[in-house]
Nanobody
Framework: HLVESGGGLAQPGGSLRLSCAASGFDFSSYAMAWFRQAPGKEREFVAYINWVRSTNYADSVKGRFTISRDNAWNTVYLQMNSLKPEDTAVYYC?????????WGQGTQVTVSS
């Protein structure tokens, strides 16, 4: 079970921090990721962090977004800085293991002046 929060409206150049609270599985042993889907487009990868905190980012967000995790709180975060209108999308949290995967319900991020 994954529940995202922190979405909303931001101005270009602004910041938002998304959170994803996990429950019902061994969070510390799962790789976590964020994906996003803009209207009329396919869902795309944004950022990834594994159980030893190695990270990977889409080229479009590298240097602007930071993914992190807090295993004590079973939560993964996405700090988004220098936001652009093209970052507007529904952002989804994703948990992956060899046994099964989980998706959150998504949180809307809108970047507009």
């Amino acid at each position: 079970h994954l529940v995202e929060s922190g979405g909303g409206l931001a101005q270009p150049g602004g910041s938002l921090r998304l959170s994803c609270a996990a429950s019902g599985f061994d969070f510390s042993s799962y790789a976590m990721a964020w994906f996003r889907q803009a209207p009329g487009k396919e869902r795309e990868f944004v950022a990834y962090i594994n159980w030893v905190r190695s990270t990977n980012y889409a080229d479009s967000v590298k240097g602007r977004f930071t993914i992190s995790r807090d295993n004590a709180w079973n939560t993964v975060y996405l700090q988004m800085n220098s936001l652009k209108p093209e970052d507007t999308a529904v952002y989804y949290c994703y948990a992956h293991s060899l046994l099964r995967d989980y998706w959150g319900q998504g949180t809307q991020v809108t970047v507009s002046s």
